[in-house]
């Protein structure tokens, strides 16, 4: 396992959180998140680092750039996604008052590896619908974005036959508290979701048509003290997942793994102990089979972590 943060702590914007990574059609790695003076200050602002990799297995991280920045408002919540044809997306929202239900859904494009950007388009006009896990090309070619509804914490799924141009939007109807969907597709063509909840445990929920309908969300017995997981599928079935192994606090920061899709989780291991905040973890499985996570280090800068099966198995 590799471990090492992305950036020092900046004196401009110290409070850093939510960080997302995707992987560039030349390998290089794309990390983005949001820095303020504090979660929905006035300065928070969302940055993108870049990684390349050196033969030793570590990455060389660049400097950080500012990318989103609205005057006096604050951006936040960045899901990065590479589609097949190579254009990489940031969604990410906007509060249009002091805390996240008034935020605003807007994505912008790079088509040159996260260069250069798009100008930010509006999404949704929904106050409240916000991106947290990374979107996912189905077998049927159809793109699904998780999303989740701030106001009524409520899982959200859209769908897009036409590449991301024009989106169905399919809300999960639940008397339980949800929200932050991490999915991943099954073998059968099933969609497996894990979700932060109120209620002391991670919820699994399960749809058999590509997100437009979900059975009844039902808890599984791994705890979540109402913080972000995410969930990833190695090539081989396996499944991974970065959540807190506690049901009140965000540490430990733990890695489960299912060697197969019957969700039995064998092994657990910790990425980070002790007093502090790790959380808001993003899984990505690169095209060489590495495994990567990067998460919020109490709250100061990122830290990005790799690591391989047989890591996640014990050795």
Known sequence: MIKQDI??????????????LTELPDGDLLCAFYAGAYETAPD????????????????????????????????????????????????????????????????????????????????????????????????????????????RWKPIFWRSEDEGQTWKEFVVQT????????????????LLAYCRSTAGRIFRLVSEDGGQHCS??????????????DLARLSDGGLVLAFNDSVDKRTPLSIAYSP??????????DLEVGEGEFSYPCLLVTSDGSIHCVYTYRRKTIRHVVFDKTWLCGG
Request: avoid cysteine; charge should be negative; proline fraction near 9%.
């Open 260 to 269: 197969d899709e019957s969700e039995h989780w064998t092994v657990i291991r």
């Open 216 to 229: 009844s969300p039902e808890p599984t017995n791994l705890p979540n003290p109402n913080s972000a997981v």
């Open 44 to 151: 928070q602002a969302i940055f993108v680092a870049r990684a390349r990799k050196h033969g030793d297995g570590k990455y060389e991280w660049e400097e950080l750039r500012k990318l989103i920045d609205t005057p006096q408002k604050a951006d936040g919540n960045p899901v990065l996604f590479t589609s097949p044809d190579g254009t990489v997306w940031l969604f990410f929202v906007t509060l249009q008052g002091t805390g996240w239900t008034s935020s605003l859904l807007y994505a912008a494009k790079s088509s040159d590896g996260g260069r250069t950007w798009s100008e930010p388009q509006l999404l949704s006009a929904v106050q409240g619908t916000m991106p947290r896990t990374k979107p996912l090309v189905l077998r049927d070619g159809a793109w699904l974005l998780p999303l989740y509804d701030e106001l």
């Open 175 to 190: 008397r339980v508290r949800l929200i932050q969907p991490a999915v991943v597709e099954l073998s059968n063509g099933k």
């Open 7 to 20: 950036f020092d702590q900046m004196p401009s914007h110290p409070m850093a959180h939510a960080s997302t």
